[in-house]
């Protein structure tokens, strides 16, 4: 049942070229990023001459934890730790749907992939950015609810 998909796969990821000679593996890697959090600022669009455009938001995601004696950890402090992220769309459907969508304070959920450049600031420093390429990105609420 299962013998064919499996064959496919090992022949798509092992060439043999002969006994004598050494055989070439080639490997599949995986680099995806799934985030859930509040969006941190309203979107831009941003288009280098000659480039496609790009749009781009930050995303908050937090962790929480407690703190605590006990092990279950009913008492005890909670703590919280909020990291940003950002956030760039390239795909041209997504990114004009995230443009005129996305807005401070909603809860969006993004798939994507991590990507790691550098680039030169205003005092010809060199810097390094780290980028969510955002592949897909689902509404969950509009912004947060304020208390009347």
Request: net charge positive.
């Amino acid at each position: 049942m299962f013998r064919r998909p499996v064959l496919q796969v090992v022949r798509q990821c092992v060439r043999h070229e002969s006994e004598t000679a050494a055989s070439l593996v080639l490997e599949r890697s995986l680099n995806r990023v799934q985030l859930l959090g509040r969006v941190g600022q309203d979107p831009v669009m941003r288009q280098v001459e000659g480039k496609n455009p790009v749009t781009i938001f930050s995303l908050a995601t937090n962790e929480m934890w407690r703190s605590g004696d006990s092990e279950v950890y009913q008492t005890g402090d909670v703590s919280q730790k909020t990291t940003w992220h950002r956030i760039s769309v390239f795909r041209p459907g997504l990114r004009d749907v995230a443009y005129q969508y996305v807005k401070k304070g909603s809860r969006v959920y993004v798939e994507g992939k991590v990507d790691y450049g550098e680039y030169m600031d205003k005092n010809n420093v060199r810097r390094q950015a780290t980028t969510i390429i955002a592949d897909n990105i689902i509404f969950l609420s509009d912004q947060t609810k304020e208390k009347v």
